[in-house]
């Protein structure tokens, strides 16, 4: 399974380090902080979720499978019982 916003980060870390090696030492940490806030809202629009928000669906896609094949049992019994 692709692990999405590990991506995202490996993207801005290719970024920035591709930034770097084009921006001269001599350019202030102001540019360089400007730039990466810029690179950060570009990603922040893109259709990625954090892997704690992944992480808290699953979860809860887990409880409600459990439930789901829960509700299948009884409603396997009940049909058993009235004979359909």
Do not use: F, W, Y
Request: net charge negative; hydrophobic share 45%; aromatic share 0%.
């Amino acid at each position: 399974m692709n692990d999405i916003p590990n991506a995202a980060s490996d993207i801005i870390q290719k970024i920035m380090l591709a930034a770097k090696s084009a921006v001269p030492e001599s350019l202030s940490n102001d540019v360089k902080e400007n730039v990466k806030a810029a690179i950060q809202d570009v990603i922040s629009d893109l259709d990625v979720v954090t892997r704690e928000e992944l992480d808290t669906q699953n979860a809860v896609l887990q409880k409600t499978r459990a439930k789901v094949d829960q509700m299948e049992v009884v409603i396997a019994e009940l049909e058993k019982k009235l004979g359909l």
